[in-house]
């Protein structure tokens, strides 16, 4: 067992409402993960983002090709001195997991060259608060009531007519389900530095470009709040529910979970009576 946590995020927040058991294992317990191939896309399509966009965009796509491939080496050298044996990787279906890998590491380099001439064409710009600090990657501690709120804000775009947008960068398939997670980046900035953007987006890489926006306006502060204090009250009594469902296939702890048995849909009820 580790010690308690000292801080809430976003992602905190997503696992323990989506599964508590799986919170529970995650983060009480400290289970040992299930590696998967989409970590490493996800980390390396980050990284070259925020190095060309750090540098002014510099560099063409050729060289943020390069430093995703870098990225990725050494993202998947440290998920394989996890789990060396590939074949108990997690994959999104019912690909075999050195082809998910290699697939995977070609769609990366294929989204990352992408977000370049979606980028160089688009009217927004990485927003600047701060000459020469540009909002990617953005560290921020926020406070919701007595709850210390942690994470970082993927980007901050402002658009020609002056207008903010906080962003998320997503390189999997499937769109979020709320605009939570940005709404706690509206008000992480407004605390920041004063300015609030009311509206956000999630780029999905797999289209490269933005979602409609999203209006953050139903997630005042009261509201967010009450949702971070209930979470953080929950996991101090250690109320942690199980919530089996289609999420269990992609779950990194389900090994180490009581419903990981078999899924007696696939069999005939005769069977399952008589054992």
């Known amino acids: 067992m580790a010690g308690p946590i000292a801080h809430r995020s976003v ?7 989506r599964c508590g058991e799986a919170y529970r294992l995650e983060k009480v317990a400290r289970a040992p993960q ?3 191939a989409w970590f490493v896309q996800g980390t390396a399509y980050h990284e070259a983002v925020e190095k060309w966009e750090k540098s002014n965009r510099a560099y063409g796509p050729d060289v943020m090709a390069e430093w995703f491939e870098e990225a990725w080496d050494r993202e998947y050298a440290a ?11 997690l994959t999104g279906g019912v690909t075999k997991p050195a082809n998910d890998i290699k697939r995977r590491r070609e769609r990366g380099r ?3 060259e992408a977000y370049f001439e979606y980028a160089i064409e688009a009217p927004e710009r990485i927003w600047e608060p701060v000459e020469g600090m540009p909002a990617i990657e953005l560290p921020f501690t926020v406070s919701f009531g007595e709850v210390v ?15 903010l947008r906080v962003r998320d960068l997503k390189t999997g ?22 300015e609030k953007a009311g509206f956000g987006d999630y780029f999905m890489a797999k289209n490269n470009a933005p979602t409609e926006p999203w209006n953050l306006q139903d997630y005042d502060r ?13 996991v101090k009594l250690g109320i942690f529910l199980p ?33």
């Open 11 to 17: 992602s905190q927040y997503g696992t323990f409402v």
């Open 34 to 36: 299930n590696q998967a």
């Open 79 to 89: 998920a394989l001195a996890v789990e060396p044996d590939t074949a108990r990787w």
């Open 110 to 112: 294929d989204q990352v």
């Open 149 to 163: 709120v942690k994470g970082y804000i993927d980007q901050v775009v402002i658009y020609p007519d002056g207008h």
């Open 173 to 194: 398939t499937k769109l979020p389900d709320t605009a939570f997670q940005l709404a706690v980046y509206d008000h992480a900035i407004e605390d920041m530095f004063g």
């Open 222 to 234: 009261e509201k967010v709040t009450r949702w971070f204090r209930n979470m953080d009250r929950a």
């Open 243 to 275: 919530s089996p469902g289609d999420a269990c296939r992609t779950c990194t702890v389900r090994r180490y979970c009581d419903f990981n048995g078999v899924d007696r849909r696939q069999y005939p009820y005769e069977e399952i009576t008589n054992g």
